[in-house]
């Protein structure tokens, strides 16, 4: 941690040099446009060129969390966890970062990043590969649990005290010596909703009920056969006699969900069943998804966790699914999403330990445990036929 503390500070010592630097260059430039003229377009140009020298002096990228300089200061912290984190590939392509829970083969990973027919290989920190199979899956924390074949593997070292508080800086571990990113703990554990379905209707309110005006193209609602005029009189057996009351039935269920929705189309009584989706085709994002998108993409599955720790390092959805750690180098989550652009979600090590032993359930033999190592209480093991799981 010292040495963190110690390149971090020749870093900000840098940046505030350059900061000098800029302000004595304002200064001069000011006092040269009094000398010289009072034209617009010499204060123009001097507004420009103050501009310049903040973009390359003040703040250069190579200083920023994400560049080498504070990357290099986070190398002594990943070091342990760096050895027991794989890279995750199908068809020779990285969709994502695992870890090593157990000696004998077991790896962590994203779930959603796995889907496909293509056969899964691990490439391990010394860069040896290995095919894996997938051997236990929890989708509502999107992990699953993956096997190679050898054993005598390095394991990430867990953390036995509590979840980083706001403010406290971690990094994510990559099987190159360095970071993948580093960033600092942004909010407390909290729980993410999960989002709301779109039928992809507008409505007006009639005597019978929320009638269709406008049915967007692509929509769960056209390709379930619904028409403008058609008044929807129920989801799923429940009345809906406003356009308020259809709204909140739809909102109740996820993007993927199916509802049956009962219509009113003329004097005939129809039922029709209508795929809700996430956001429609035809409709331009809104400002915070055009922002969040600025940073690159996000993770197809960034929603609907029951805790999840938040922090600013800067993560690509292929570059989910390993360990994050903290100054002391002990892993204290598992990134699980990428959900802005200052926005990345993990999974906290107090529920993971909880998880493990189901995850490697279908293999596990009972009394069988995974080793919460690394930690200042070695003895700390989770029973993978235990209550822990439940």
């Not at 956001?279 to 998108?293: A, I, K, T, V």
């Amino acid at each position: 941690m010292a040495a963190v503390q110690r390149n971090l500070g020749i870093a900000g010592r840098r940046v505030w040099r350059s900061g000098v630097l800029c302000v004595a260059l304002v200064a001069a430039l000011l006092s040269t446009g009094t000398a010289v003229a009072q034209s617009e377009s010499f204060l123009e140009r001097t507004r420009r060129q103050v501009m310049q020298e903040i973009q390359r002096n003040l703040i250069p990228t190579q200083r920023l969390t994400n560049g080498p300089h504070v990357q290099a200061a986070f190398r002594e912290v990943v070091a342990e966890a760096h050895r027991a984190t794989v890279l995750v590939l199908r068809d020779g392509d990285q969709v994502g970062l695992g870890g090593i829970v157990a000696a004998d083969g077991w790896i962590l990973t994203k779930a959603s990043q796995l889907d496909g027919d293509e056969p899964i290989v691990c490439e391990l920190s010394n860069g040896e590969t290995h095919d894996a199979r997938i051997v236990g899956m929890n989708r509502q924390w999107d992990l699953a649990m993956l096997k190679i074949e050898t054993d005598e593997l390095p394991v990430v070292p867990w953390t036995s005290g509590e979840p980083p508080q706001v403010g406290q800086w971690v990094a994510t571990a990559d099987v190159k010596a360095y970071p993948v990113s580093v960033g600092v703990v942004g909010v407390a554990l909290r729980s993410i909703p999960k989002p709301s379905g779109i039928l992809g209707i507008g409505m007006e309110q009639v005597d019978e009920g929320p009638r269709i005006e406008r049915i967007y193209s692509d929509s769960g609602a056209e390709q379930a056969g619904l028409l403008v005029n058609d008044v929807v009189t129920h989801v799923n057996g429940k009345p809906t006699p406003t356009m308020h009351s259809l709204a909140m039935s739809v909102r109740n269920h996820a993007p993927g969900e199916t509802v049956e929705l009962t219509v009113l189309r003329g004097d005939e009584q129809l039922k029709f069943k209508a795929t809700l989706s996430a956001r429609l085709e035809d409709e331009p994002p809104s400002r915070r998804d055009f922002q969040n998108n600025l940073g690159g993409d996000l993770s197809e599955r960034r929603e609907d966790f029951p805790s999840v720790l938040q922090h600013d390092g800067a993560l690509h959805p292929h570059e989910c699914g390993g360990p994050l750690v903290d100054l002391d180098g002990k892993v204290v989550g598992w990134n699980i999403a990428r959900a802005g652009r200052t926005e990345s979600y993990a999974v906290p090590t107090q529920v993971l330990l909880t998880l493990l032993p189901e995850l490697m359930k279908s293999e596990s033999s009972p009394g069988d445990t995974v080793q919460a190592t690394g930690g200042d209480s070695p003895d700390t093991a989770v029973s993978a036929g235990g209550a822990a799981a439940q």
